[in-house]
């Protein structure tokens, strides 16, 4: 299947500008698609630390969620756990997280929420999984995270 | 109001592919639209348990669900309604296993987690298209339920 593929961002909404006060009539309405990036990764690896891109955030973008799910669990000998990060700190929106339970967690940690609601550049998100003991040979990890493509939010200014 | 309809996926991102590896000037930077259809029990609630309803939520193939979003505009009324959301090929509960919706739990939103005990098929819905059904199970005598689905369309998630 083909991809329709935009520079964006892509808002929809009938009234495009505000030129008087009326709702539904003359302020603007518009909203911006939300948009996601995913990757599923097998947890059948051996010990040790893997990394994985996710995909790359646009700059001023505004990160909504980031989700692990596991769907299918690690039968790795001692332990497994997937993070969510960016180059360089790896546990930064979401940290160690076991995969050898079903579940998910969809959270953005304390610590990652200022960036998060504007990256100042293009940022490579990244998962984490940390393996050890017996090499698994099953399990399976989705990683998604939304955002509003190059929203640039700041301050707003007051109603007068 | 006109509708704009794209066969899609749409992406949108200034970069389209990596050529390099310097962010922001030639490492693929796009993103999927997120896409939503939601359908309602309508009245059926009223009638207490049924079995598969067909709905009008088609996802297609090879699409990642994303979440689902259970709104309650009308409390349930009598008993605790049991839902299900399943398709007309892989079962009844193939999405949302058994999700329990309480009188007491009012009217309002609800996320089911860990895929509500499902047969966890949110990351890849499969090879062909699939359309929605719902079940419930409990005397129910009113309420309604909405069911948003959230999902990437065809973007054939694989590890």
């Given at each position: ?24 009539d003359?302020?603007?309405?518009t ?56 180059t ?17 967690v ?9 960036q ?7 940022t490579?998100?990244?998962a ?33 | ?12 991102g200034?970069?389209k ?47 990642q ?36 919706i ?31 059904t719902?079940?419930?199970?409990g ?6 339920v ?14």
């Amino acid at each position: 299947m083909g991809t329709t593929t935009f520079s964006g961002p892509i808002k929809a909404g009938i009234i495009k500008e505000t030129t008087g006060t009326t709702l539904g009539d003359n302020v603007k309405n518009t909203g911006q698609v939300v948009m996601s990036q995913s990757i599923m990764i097998s947890a059948a690896v051996a010990a040790g630390t893997t990394t994985y891109d996710v995909g790359v955030i646009p700059k001023n973008s505004q990160l909504l969620t980031t989700t692990i799910r596991v769907a299918v669990v690690s039968d790795q000998g001692t332990s497994a756990t997937v993070s969510v990060g960016k180059t360089g700190s790896a546990a930064f929106f979401i940290g160690n997280t076991n995969v050898k339970a079903l579940g998910e967690v969809s959270s953005i940690a304390n610590g990652a929420l200022d960036q998060s609601d504007r990256f100042d550049s293009d940022t490579q998100i990244t998962a984490t999984l940390i393996a050890a003991g017996t090499t698994a040979t099953t399990g399976q990890v989705s990683i998604t995270f939304t955002y509003v493509q190059a929203n640039n939010l700041r301050d707003k200014a007051a109603n007068i | 109001m006109g509708t704009t309809t794209f066969s899609g996926p749409i992406k949108a991102g200034a970069i389209k592919e990596t050529t390099g590896t310097t962010l922001g000037s030639d490492v693929k930077n796009t993103g999927q639209v997120v896409m939503a259809q939601t359908f309602s029990t309508g009245t059926t609630l009223a009638g207490g348990a049924s079995a598969a309803n067909a709905t009008t939520v088609v996802i297609p193939a090879n699409s990642q669900i994303i979440d689902i979003v259970i709104d309650k505009p009308t409390a349930m009324v009598n008993a605790t309604c049991v839902f299900s959301i399943g398709d007309t090929v892989g079962g009844n509960a193939t999405f949302l296993n058994a999700f329990s919706i309480t009188v007491a739990s009012s009217f309002g939103r609800a996320y089911p987690t860990v895929e509500a005990g499902g047969t966890r098929a949110w990351a890849d819905t499969g090879t062909s298209d699939v359309k929605l059904t719902f079940t419930t199970t409990g005397a129910t005598t009113g309420g309604e339920v909405r069911a948003t689905i959230l999902y990437q369309q065809n973007n054939n998630l694989t590890a």
